[in-house]
């Protein structure tokens, strides 16, 4: 019988996100790509910190066809505030330096939004962490 105390999951988390990817294929799907990342960072996130932290982002699809709309746009600010701020959160707890929370997204996609490139750099950082975060979890689990 084999040794099963390898602490790696059996489910790899993909660490392939990046923005040149994210715009190029959002131009050429149409905006259906783009609904695909974000379930997938949604569903990361859940994945590796729900045993840590107890709780539950919920899921980008629902958010952006019911939530948002009903909320007025604000149910989406929220799951924003929430899900970079649980990614920095197990960052930190994993031990990962590089800094990422609620302050990105209300500085650089926010704020940001006014000198344009500022949501493109939130992006950035959000794929960025989000797959140090996985790269992580794909090792230590």
């Excluded at 059996?10 to 190029?24: C, D, E, S, W």
């Excluded at 996609?109 to 939130?122: A, D, K, R, T």
């Amino acid at each position: 019988m084999e040794n099963m105390n390898n602490s790696a999951p059996a489910v790899q988390l993909k660490t392939n996100k990046g923005l040149l990817k994210y715009i190029l294929l959002s131009i050429i799907t149409f905006g259906i790509y783009p609904l695909v990342v974000m379930s997938s960072v949604s569903d990361s996130v859940n994945i590796a910190a729900s045993r840590y932290d107890g709780k539950k982002t919920m899921h980008y699809c629902l958010l952006y066809f019911i939530v948002a709309p009903i909320t007025l746009g604000i149910g989406a600010l929220v799951w924003y505030h929430n899900i970079s701020n649980r990614i920095g959160d197990e960052l930190r707890r994993r031990g990962i330096a590089y800094s990422f929370g609620a302050a990105d997204f209300w500085l650089w996609n926010i704020l940001g939004s006014f000198i344009l490139i500022g949501p493109l750099v939130y992006t950035h950082k959000l794929f960025r962490a989000t797959n140090l975060m996985c790269a992580n979890y794909n090792i230590n689990g």
